[in-house]
C-alpha cells in the first residue's frame, strides 16, 4: 500500500523557515510524481511544488518561486520541502501527494495524500 507521511509543520515568524518531510512508502520514486498540495482555512487547494523523476518536470506555484525547495532522497523514499522566507499568507495546512501518471496542479488528479502538517507563519 502506497503511505505517506507527513512532519515538519510548525508555527514561525514572518521571515523564517520551516522544512517539511514526507515520508513515503510502497512505491517507487523513479515510476511516481510527488509533491505537495496546501488549504489555507476557506480557501481551495493549491498545488505547491511537484517533482517527476521519470518525466524530469518540477514545478513550483508562482506564489513560492524563489522561497521553497522540492527535494527527494530515492534511498530513504523522504521527500523534503525547504520554506524560506514565509509569508503570513504560506499558513496553510501542508499535504504530500503521489501518483503514478499525474505530475500537475489539480489536486483530484493525485490518487495519494498524507495526513497533512499545519504550517502557521505570524506577522
Known amino acids: 500500500d502506497v503511505q505517506l507521511q507527513a512532519s515538519g509543520g510548525g508555527s514561525v515568524q514572518a521571515g523564517g523557515s520551516l522544512r517539511l518531510s514526507c515520508a513515503a512508502s510502497?512505491?517507487?520514486?523513479?515510476?511516481?510524481?510527488i509533491g505537495w498540495f496546501r488549504q489555507a482555512p476557506g480557501q481551495e487547494r493549491q498545488g505547491v511544488s511537484c517533482?517527476?523523476?521519470?518525466?524530469?518536470?518540477?514545478y513550483y506555484a508562482e506564489s513560492v518561486k524563489g522561497r521553497f525547495t522540492i527535494s527527494s532522497d530515492n534511498d530513504k523514499n523522504m521527500v523534503y520541502l525547504q520554506m524560506n522566507s514565509l509569508k503570513p499568507e504560506d499558513t496553510a495546512v501542508y499535504y504530500c501527494?503521489?501518483?503514478?501518471?499525474?505530475?500537475?496542479?489539480?489536486?483530484?488528479?493525485?490518487?495519494?495524500w498524507g495526513q497533512g502538517t499545519q504550517v502557521t507563519v505570524s506577522s
Open positions: 501527494v503521489a501518483d503514478p501518471r499525474y505530475y500537475g496542479k489539480i489536486d483530484y488528479e493525485y490518487d495519494y
Open positions: 517533482l517527476s523523476s521519470s518525466n524530469g518536470i518540477l
Open positions: 510502497g512505491f517507487s520514486f523513479d515510476t511516481y510524481a
